[in-house]
């Protein structure tokens, strides 16, 4: 990572850090459990405009059942989210036994002045090129508190370095070298040093194979409680044909077993346009049947 990402990403962990301020200083000045879901309002606007890949793009797909089911899901996670925040800052109020009188207006400013503030530094158009900086971005943040998630990450990224000096890893040896990080640290911290590692174009070999083994298994997908985890893995794989196959065949057969991880995979149009322009003819039928598995499995009242 250049000196210029560098430096986007302190600009961009200040802005957002803003955002999650906000509820914070409006639970330390004892405001009522109200103004919750104003804080959320801004946190899904805040997600809308720096992650738009993750929304419908047209009226037409807004109309689709599945954008509802990502809005509420979004709207959820960002609700617990802003709860925690606003939660925390009253307990620091109640430990203090002080109410600082902040105007109302204040803590919601901060956490809506995050969203030009971060634009500034985020292009959405791209996204592909970027995508990892805004992961590793967040995980830094929401972690920040927590020095045991910190120690264990950190433990994840050096005990991968071993795989970028590889010259010509296999399937099999990456594979045993995450099942002895595995018993090492846990699948989250892994998940978050495997997509810092491998956001770059020039990531190694060894670590993008080690990411798609990751993201397409059932027990670490499920482990992370995370939504999108092959999904984020896809966007680094670029158009590898071996890994784009490997990724597609193992997903395939881990959505089969358990279709409850559809939620997590790419959607079937994203998957199709890959496959159309896929020039290794066995890269395009592993992701055409892998879009079909997604749209066969699909809840009742959702589309892909």
């Given at each position: 990572m250049?000196?210029?990402?560098?430096?986007?990403?302190?600009?961009?962990?200040?802005?957002?850090?803003?955002?999650?301020?906000?509820?914070?200083?409006?639970?330390?000045?004892?405001?009522?459990?109200?103004?919750?879901?104003?804080?959320t309002?801004?946190?899904?606007?805040?997600l809308?405009?720096?992650?738009?890949?993750?929304?419908?793009?047209?009226?037409?797909?807004?109309?689709?059942?599945?954008?509802?089911v990502?809005?509420?899901?979004?709207?959820?996670?960002?609700?617990?989210l802003?709860?925690?925040?606003f939660?925390?800052?009253?307990?620091?109020?109640?430990?203090?036994?002080?109410v600082?009188?902040?105007?109302?207006?204040?803590?919601?400013?901060?956490?809506?002045?995050?969203?030009?503030?971060?634009?500034?530094?985020?292009?959405?158009?791209?996204?592909a090129?970027?995508?990892?900086?805004?992961?590793?971005?967040?995980?830094?943040?929401?972690?920040?508190?927590?020095?045991q998630?910190?120690?264990?990450?950190?433990?994840?990224?050096?005990?991968?370095?071993?795989?970028?000096?590889?010259?010509?890893?296999?399937?099999?040896?990456?594979t045993?070298h995450?099942?002895?990080i595995?018993?090492?640290?846990?699948?989250?911290?892994?998940?978050?040093?495997?997509?810092?590692?491998t956001?770059?174009?020039?990531?190694?070999?060894?670590?993008?194979?080690?990411?798609?083994?990751?993201?397409?298994?059932?027990?670490?997908?499920?482990?992370?409680?995370?939504?999108?985890?092959?999904?984020?893995?896809?966007?680094?794989?670029?158009?590898?044909?071996?890994?784009?196959?490997?990724?597609?065949?193992?997903?395939?057969?881990?959505?089969?077993?358990?279709p409850?991880?559809?939620g997590?995979?790419?959607?079937?149009?994203?998957?199709?346009e890959?496959?159309?322009?896929?020039?290794?003819?066995?890269?395009?039928?592993?992701?055409?049947?892998?879009?079909?598995?997604?749209?066969?499995?699909?809840?009742?009242?959702?589309?892909?």
């Open positions: 250049g000196a210029d990402m560098h430096n986007r990403l302190r600009l961009l962990m200040g802005a957002t850090a803003l955002l999650y301020l906000g509820p914070l200083m409006a639970g330390l000045a004892g405001f009522g459990w109200a103004v919750v879901p104003v804080f309002l801004i946190f899904v606007l805040w809308m405009i720096l992650r738009p890949q993750h929304w419908p793009a047209t009226r037409a797909e807004w109309q689709d059942p599945q954008a509802l990502t809005l509420l899901v979004q709207t959820a996670m960002q609700l617990l802003v709860t925690v925040c939660g925390i800052g009253r307990g620091i109020g109640g430990v203090l036994g002080a600082p009188p902040l105007p109302l207006m204040l803590p919601i400013a901060i956490s809506f002045l995050s969203i030009p503030l971060c634009r500034l530094v985020w292009d959405p158009a791209k996204v090129a970027m995508d990892g900086v805004l992961d590793s971005a967040l995980s830094q943040i929401t972690t920040a508190t927590d020095p998630a910190r120690r264990r990450r950190a433990m994840a990224a050096r005990l991968l370095a071993p795989l970028a000096g590889l010259t010509d890893p296999t399937e099999a040896e990456v045993r995450l099942a002895a595995r018993q090492t640290t846990d699948d989250a911290a892994l998940r978050l040093a495997l997509l810092a590692a956001e770059g174009q020039t990531a190694a070999l060894g670590l993008r194979l080690a990411l798609v083994l990751h993201a397409t298994d059932r027990a670490a997908i499920d482990a992370n409680g995370l939504p999108d985890y092959p999904g984020w893995a896809f966007a680094r794989i670029g158009g590898d044909a071996a890994l784009l196959t490997l990724f597609a065949r193992r997903l395939t057969a881990a959505l089969r077993a358990d409850a991880l559809w997590s995979c790419p959607q079937s149009a994203r998957l199709r890959h496959a159309v322009m896929a020039a290794d003819p066995d890269a395009a039928a592993a992701l055409t049947e892998l879009a079909q598995v997604v749209d066969d499995v699909a809840p009742p009242d959702a589309a892909t």
